[in-house]
């Protein structure tokens, strides 16, 4: 009885786990990281650094780099306007790749 349950296209006493539509697998398929998202791990970049005044040199725990690019629309994110769903770059990002 079990191996007949188990072969079977029916849904069966647990429903439908696991068995999404195709058109949907795709659409996640296509808005998957395929690397791994290790900028969000980094250390925040040294602010004294970044005025020049940063005293600690290789023993500091924060990153000294140029701040990234103005022009980036992520650099200029506003989270209350993200909360309300307003002007989101994230979300703009995400929804140009879904496309």
């Not at 795709?26 to 690397?35: G, I, N, S, V």
């Not at 040294?46 to 924060?62: A, I, L, N, T």
């Amino acid at each position: 009885v079990d191996a007949q349950l188990g072969t079977s296209d029916s849904i069966g006493p647990g429903g439908a786990l696991g068995k999404l539509p195709t058109h949907k697998s795709e659409l996640l398929a296509k808005l998957a990281r395929t690397t791994p998202y290790y900028k969000r791990n980094r250390a925040h970049i040294c602010s004294f650094w970044v005025k020049g005044e940063c005293k600690r040199g290789e023993e500091c725990p924060y990153r000294h780099e140029k701040p990234s690019d103005p022009d980036d629309p992520l650099s200029d994110q506003n989270m209350k306007d993200r909360y309300y769903g307003l002007n989101d770059p994230v979300a703009a990002k995400i929804l140009k790749r879904a496309q």
